[in-house]
Structure formats: structure tokens, C-alpha cells
């Protein structure tokens, strides 16, 4: 499996070694820089942290990555819970964004670290090397911002945004601007029904751009091609996170009246039902959103896993 630098539509290849890149961002720096020299990056590796948020930026002959670390499993998912998330202008005044995600992104955006500026001075610096950008829940929503950024404000190109399990970041206007730069060149990978995904809710001023690959309960793959979320495909989709077997098993957080939803009828009020259990489910943090995992789910789908380093 080799990374394909100059891809211009989907790699399963660029997938794979994306996905091993969002999941390795979890581990300890060393870690992840013995996995870029045995996947074949072997040029400048650079670890970020501060304020949080944290991730690595590799080399390769002709590639730069940026992977961002998600939410730490066994920490609430203060990101998510906050349905009161608020949307502020970003740097090139197109559109809105989440505030939350962006303040996480101005964190180690042109700001000298250890290392220097890793972000933007090492994407600046790139030669005739192709960024890719990825990650993994909160760190998925950091990649895309991290694209936007890097396209129309440092004006540097981006070949490519592979994300897993990210949520909404930025509403219509915001959507329309960076689908029309890129988005044939992200995949946004959803399993199953992780919940992750479906959150800030379209009804907040909130939706997806670009493709999407889905994976069901057996893991049957399906995809979308790239395009902004509609209100018909927000609420489909919301439905879709629905598991009525499991939710007897949780009282309180859904009425029968939301059995309606198979039928297709799927209302506001539906929608705030889904509101007040996905905060529930959230609040407990990423150990119990089981579709959610990375390492469980995400890399098994993709029928890829972590190199022993």
C-alpha cells in the first residue's frame, strides 16, 4: 500500500494510511513518528500541542501531512454537548464557523510552538509537496477548518481532506465557499450510527460539505459525491442514528412517538428528541459512542489497522 500524492479523486490507498494517521494521532509523539518512517514518511516530522489541541505534521518525498488529535477517550465531549455553540465570522469573512473548533485550530495556527510555526510556516515552506489533511472526531472538524484556512486566507493548496467521524463545522455560506474549492477532494467518513456526525444539528445553522462514505451496521460501504447538506438529507440523516432496540434499553431519552421516523415522518419535534439524546449519549464521554471508535470501527472498515511500532 502506497500513498497516491497527486490523487485527484478517491484512494482507498490514501484512505487507509489517512485513517492510520488520524488514529495515530492519539498516541504519543514517538509513537507516531515511528509509524511516519515505517509508512514511508521519512522526512521532517513536527509534533503540536498547545492550549490542547494538539497532532503531527510529516513528511514524505512529495507529500506533507497534517493529522489532528480528537477528543481523548475517557474526557466528556465538551465540543459536542454544548448545543448552544455559537457561530462566528472566520478569517475570510465567507460564511460562519463553530467557534469552539476555530479558537481550537487559532491554537497552533501561526503560532511559534517548540518546533517553530509548524502551522502555517511548514505548509508554506512545501516545495512542490501535496498537503493532506485528516483526522478523527474534534480533530476532523480541525482538518477542515485547517483546509479552509490554508486555501483562502494563506492562499496554499490542499490536494485532499480524508475525515472520520466529524461533525459539522461551519453553516451554509461557509459549506457553499469551500465546496466550491475543494470539494470533490474531501471524504468525510461516517460509520454506522455514530452520532458524532450529526452534531451541531442542521437546525443550529450548521451542515456538511463534500463527500461522504458511509458504512452501515455490516459494513456495507455506500457514497455520496460531493455537494452541500440539504435539510431532506440533514433529517435522513439524523434518522439514520437511530437504533430502536438499543433505546428501550434507555429510558427517558426518546418517546414512542419517535417511531414515526421509520415511517419517514421525521419533525422538529423529532429532531429536538434527537437533540436531548445525543447530549446525553455525549456527555458520557467517546468510551460510550461505541460506532464512534477509530480504532474499533473506522480502521476495521476500512480494512486497514496500525503498524507495531
Known amino acids: ?19 492510520q494517521a488520524a488514529a495515530m494521532a492519539y498516541r504519543e509523539p514517538a509513537q507516531s513518528a515511528k509509524w511516519a518512517k515505517v509508512s514511508g514518511f521519512t522526512g521532517a516530522f513536527d ?38 455553540a455559537t457561530r462566528g465570522h472566520w478569517d475570510h469573512n465567507i460564511g460562519e464557523v463553530h467557534d469552539g473548533f476555530y479558537n481550537a485550530l487559532r491554537k497552533v495556527w501561526g503560532v511559534t510552538l517548540a518546533n517553530g510555526e509548524v502551522l502555517p510556516k511548514r505548509l508554506v515552506n512545501r516545495g512542490n509537496k501535496t498537503i493532506w489533511i485528516t483526522g478523527h472526531s474534534l480533530g476532523g472538524a ?51 450510527r455514530d452520532i458524532v456526525p450529526r452534531v451541531p444539528l442542521f437546525s443550529m445553522g450548521f451542515c456538511h460539505y463534500g463527500g461522504q462514505h458511509a458504512f452501515d451496521h455490516a459494513g ?11 435539510l431532506n438529507e440533514a433529517l435522513t440523516f439524523a434518522r439514520g442514528a437511530f437504533n430502536f432496540h438499543v433505546l428501550g434499553q434507555v429510558a427517558g431519552l426518546l418517546t414512542d412517538s419517535l417511531k414515526s421516523v421509520v415511517k419517514g415522518d421525521f419533525t422538529e419535534e423529532h429532531e429536538k428528541a434527537f437533540r436531548d439524546r445525543a447530549i446525553e449519549i455525549l456527555k458520557g464521554g467517546v468510551e460510550k459512542i461505541d460506532d ?12 486497514t489497522s496500525l503498524p507495531q511500532v
Open 220 to 230: 456495507k460501504a455506500s457514497s455520496a459525491e460531493s455537494a452541500v447538506e440539504t
Open 142 to 192: 480541525l482538518a477542515e477548518l485547517c483546509a479552509a484556512q490554508a486555501m483562502f486566507v494563506s492562499k496554499i493548496p490542499v490536494q485532499g481532506v480524508y475525515t472520520f467521524g466529524q461533525p459539522r463545522v461551519g453553516n451554509n455560506d461557509f459549506a457553499d465557499a469551500v465546496n466550491a474549492k475543494l470539494g470533490s477532494g474531501i471524504f468525510r467518513f461516517v460509520n454506522d
Open 292 to 303: 464512534h471508535s477509530m480504532d474499533k470501527h473506522y480502521l476495521v472498515r476500512l480494512k
Open 1 to 19: 500500500m502506497s500513498f497516491e500524492p497527486h490523487a485527484t479523486s478517491f484512494s482507498m490507498a490514501n484512505a487507509q494510511i489517512l485513517a
Open 47 to 84: 509534533f503540536f500541542d498547545n492550549a490542547d489541541t494538539q497532532g503531527f505534521v510529516v513528511e514524505g518525498d512529495d507529500t506533507i501531512i497534517v493529522a489532528f488529535r480528537g477528543t481523548q477517550p475517557n474526557r466528556p465531549m465538551d465540543w459536542f454537548v454544548d448545543f448552544r
